[in-house]
């Protein structure tokens, strides 16, 4: 049982260059997240998903797309890197289940963009 | 606009002491909170939460308090242990009015001082 990995764990690009960080959850959870954590900002919301197929914008959605085929995987997207983008990102997941919003936080990727 | 709000980027507290760490939120909305607890090159982590209809929840050496007219809650850690070195992030939602979304604070870094 692994819970919440993510891929890769650092990364390097260029500016202008595209990746997709895979976030993948062994717990049969309904409700994934993306986030990147910047210094003295904390924890902002990318993109989320509800349920399989099925994705909505977050606080800060510029620039980065999601996508949701699979319920244990959540695709985070960067179509053309810039360096605003340089931050730690990480995956969480939730059942959605009423009474608990507790989510559970994948290990992060750390992204460079040069 | 920060609805969440942790005012302190960072505290030091001798071992054995009192820990207490503060958040402020302005969203009325919000009615469920929570605490994560975050060490370095790792992702956050489920500490303790809170419902609004209750103003006080303990978990062994945690306890959160939740003063619903000032908007502000809090933890407190006793004893602090060197253990307990990490980022504290104070998130909340709105669950009655179907919010699956965590809004979280910056963050507080807490030194525990042998």
């Known amino acids: 049982n692994a819970g919440v990995t993510q891929t890769p764990k650092f990364r390097v690009l260029k500016t202008g260059q595209s990746m997709t960080l895979l976030c993948a959850q062994d717990?049969?959870?309904?409700?994934m997240y993306w986030y990147r954590q910047d210094p003295g900002m904390g924890l902002r919301l990318i993109h989320y998903s509800v349920g399989e197929g099925t994705t909505a914008k977050g606080e800060v959605p510029d620039g980065y797309n999601v996508s949701r085929l699979k319920k244990q995987n959540f695709l985070l997207g960067l179509e053309s890197a810039a360096p605003s983008q340089t931050s730690v990102y990480f995956c969480a997941t939730t059942s959605g289940d009423w009474g608990t919003d507790t989510q559970y936080f994948g290990p992060g990727t750390r992204l460079t963009v040069l | 606009d920060q609805q969440v709000k942790q005012n302190s980027p960072s505290l030091s507290v001798q071992e054995g002491r009192i820990s207490i760490l503060n958040c402020d939120y302005t969203n009325s909305m919000f009615d469920y909170f929570l605490w994560y607890k975050k060490y370095p090159a790792e992702g956050p982590t489920f500490l303790i939460s809170i419902s609004s209809i209750k103003d006080k929840n303990e978990d062994g050496r945690f306890t959160v308090f939740l003063n619903k007219s000032a908007k502000h809650l809090s933890l407190h850690i006793v004893p602090s242990q060197p253990g307990d070195s990490a980022v504290y992030f104070c998130?909340?939602?709105?669950?009655?009015?179907?919010?699956?979304?965590?809004?979280f604070g910056t963050g507080t870094r807490l030194t525990i001082i042998p």
């Open positions: 998130a909340a939602s709105a669950r009655s009015f179907g919010n699956e979304k965590l809004t």
């Open positions: 717990m049969n959870h309904e409700y």
